[in-house]
């Protein structure tokens, strides 16, 4: 039914034109939605630089972007900032060419491919280091969460308006998060070679500078929201690598990049999380919640959802104190392999009484394609690859900076609750 549709819509768009071609129609598309990743040493696995690179994937490339799964974008709703998304017309466009027969066009109409620069693309860092020693990553077996200490030189205390990572192994490195230790932990675990270190880095507080995800672009901090850097602290790499069939060896870099400016304010961090998690073998359906009740009015500037393998569904929504609820993320199909945090395109104004709420929604059948049992087991709450999280963090600034302490102490009963529940529940 869905493919005579298809050549339906195909057919009828063809009647009222010429068919799109590679070079006028479908090159503007690649080279805007695809090539940042799909070009030569970046995370995809081939380039979409040129009309031959297309045309021999054409049929996998309308089936992947008319489901959806290339761009890959997580979030249904509501848009951020960054979004690869492809629009309705760009994906009809993409569909139509390939019934066409993927034809190429006048090569002399093709738009130039995107070069990438092979530097930082905000320019010369102030201090740019890198991991110790390449580290060797096998051809197979499971993925790998490895914590890389970067000591730093004593310095006076900076502060950091943005960082960048670049990947020595794009093949290999699914993402990569900075941190800043302040305890020497990580610098007496790493004896050269790092550490494994899934969920968190294995110290506390993990003070997070920012990460790397496929596609995504270096994201300077807001406006007097630079992260300061301590003084004593060491960089902490945590590096998610995915075996590739070959040997591999990656030694990533970082860059960052410091201001004059003192932060005069920091986002708040309104964690809805629950370690409340235990899932049947076989359960399709198992619902984690956690809400929070604003006190004061906010300005939410983002969210980053967090679960493992057998989350489906993430769904953050605001009940304003007038009843009027306001989707703050959904997520249809979570993937723990593309893990992002969004930003919103304007920041989402919650006045006091607002009640924010968390929905994730867990599949622990066989029927979940990313289900890593087979046969499915029960699945608890924790910090392993195996176990399950669920977490979905509110970046939020008090629309009043005096209501600050308020906000926060109201997050310190909150955080008092969540702990004398887990009390309550093991007796
Ligand atoms: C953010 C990076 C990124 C972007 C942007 C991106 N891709 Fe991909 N693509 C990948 C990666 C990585 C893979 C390998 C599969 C995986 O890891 O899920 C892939 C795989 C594919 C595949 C193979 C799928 C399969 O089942 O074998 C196709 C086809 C594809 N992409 C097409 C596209 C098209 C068309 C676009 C633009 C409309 C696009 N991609 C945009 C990263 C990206």
């Known amino acids: 039914m869905r493919t005579a549709a298809f050549v339906f819509v195909a057919v009828a768009a063809w009647a009222n034109g010429p068919a799109p071609t590679f070079s006028r129609d479908v090159a503007p598309i690649l080279y805007q939605h695809c090539a940042q990743c799909h070009h030569a040493g970046a995370v995809a696995p081939f380039p979409l630089l040129t009309f031959r690179d297309a045309s021999k994937r054409a049929p996998l490339i309308a089936a992947v972007t008319a489901r959806r799964f290339m761009p890959p974008w997580l979030p249904s709703a509501p848009h951020f900032q960054g979004e690869r998304r492809l629009s309705a017309a760009e994906i009809a466009t993409l569909q139509q060419w390939v019934s066409a027969g993927a034809p190429q066009g006048d090569p002399s109409a093709a738009p130039l491919p995107p070069a990438f620069a092979s530097g930082w693309p905000l320019g010369p860092p102030g201090l740019e280091a890198a991991m110790r020693q390449p580290f060797e990553i096998p051809a197979d077996g499971p993925d790998r969460y490895r914590c890389f200490a970067i000591p730093l030189a004593r310095a006076p205390q900076r502060y950091v308006r943005a960082i960048d990572i670049q990947p020595g192994n794009t093949r290999a490195v699914h993402h990569a998060l900075l941190f800043q230790d302040v305890t020497g932990e990580a610098r007496r675990r790493d004896t050269g070679g790092g550490y494994p270190c899934f969920g968190t880095p294995g110290f506390l507080p993990a003070r997070g500078l920012g990460g790397w995800t496929p596609g995504k672009q270096p994201v300077p901090s807001l406006p007097g929201m630079a992260e300061t850097l301590d003084p004593g602290?060491?960089?902490?790499?945590?590096?998610?690598?995915?075996?590739?069939?070959?040997?591999?060896?990656?030694?990533t870099r970082v860059a960052l990049y410091f201001t004059q400016e003192k932060p005069r304010q920091h986002l708040t961090d309104v964690p809805l999380t629950s370690n409340r998690i235990d899932i049947p073998a076989g359960e399709r359906s198992y619902k984690v919640t956690d809400h929070f009740t604003l006190p004061v009015d906010v300005d939410v500037f983002g969210v980053i959802p967090h679960a493992h393998y057998i989350c489906r569904d993430m769904l953050g929504t605001a009940i304003l104190p007038n009843g009027a609820r306001r989707m703050l993320i959904h997520i249809p199909d979570w993937n723990f392999n593309w893990q992002d945090q969004y930003r919103y395109r304007t920041p989402v104004r919650l006045p006091a009484g607002t009640r924010v709420e968390m929905e994730f929604t867990y599949d622990n059948s066989e029927n979940n394609p990313r289900n890593p049992n087979h046969p499915p087991r029960r699945v608890q709450y924790g910090a392993?690859?195996?176990?399950?999280?669920?977490?979905?963090?509110?970046?939020?600034?008090?629309?009043?900076?005096?209501?600050?302490?308020?906000?926060?102490?109201?997050?310190?009963?909150?955080?008092?609750?969540?702990?004398?529940?887990?009390?309550?529940?093991?007796q």
């Open 233 to 251: 602290a060491d960089l902490v790499l945590q590096v998610h690598y995915h075996p590739t069939g070959k040997p591999e060896t990656d030694r």
């Open 384 to 426: 392993a690859s195996t176990d399950e999280m669920a977490g979905l963090h509110l970046e939020v600034l008090p629309v009043r900076a005096s209501d600050q302490d308020e906000l926060g102490q109201a997050l310190w009963g909150k955080m008092m609750r969540m702990l004398g529940g887990g009390i309550y529940r093991r």
